[in-house]
């Protein structure tokens, strides 16, 4: 089963809203899906994207691949970069050699 992060439309005519879901990528744009990360509003100006920032790291953790637009609608909510940030911590932090305690 391969699971993608992606739009499904709400809203009404001339007034879309988007919830941004995990779902199968088997079904349908408005079909089932397992879970709500969040909203987004094109209309909405400032505050157009509401997202749960842990959910959707743990499900791209798992292994789900988000479209080409969810991805940039989660760049510009800024979780990539943090996201990109914490990896290249951690691999510095492991790569890192400790000094012996006599030298300094």
């Given amino acids: 089963m391969a ?3 992606r739009l499904r439309r ?3 005519k001339k007034t879309p809203m988007y919830r941004i879901v995990v779902a199968d990528s088997q079904s349908p744009r408005d079909g089932r899906f397992i879970e709500i ?3 987004y509003q094109p209309r909405g ?3 157009a ?3 749960d920032t842990e959910r959707v ?3 791209l953790n798992v292994g789900a691949q988000p479209t080409d637009t969810v991805r940039s609608l989660i ?3 800024g979780i990539l970069k943090a996201r990109h940030e914490a990896r290249l911590a951690a691999k510095l932090q492991s790569a890192a050699v400790a000094l012996p ?3 300094a």
């Fill in 10 to 12: 709400e809203g009404r």
């Fill in 45 to 47: 100006g400032e505050n």
């Fill in 75 to 77: 760049r510009r909510a």
């Fill in 49 to 51: 994207i509401n997202l």
């Fill in 37 to 39: 990360l969040g909203q």
């Fill in 3 to 5: 699971v993608k992060i």
């Fill in 57 to 59: 790291n743990y499900w």
């Fill in 101 to 103: 305690s006599g030298e």
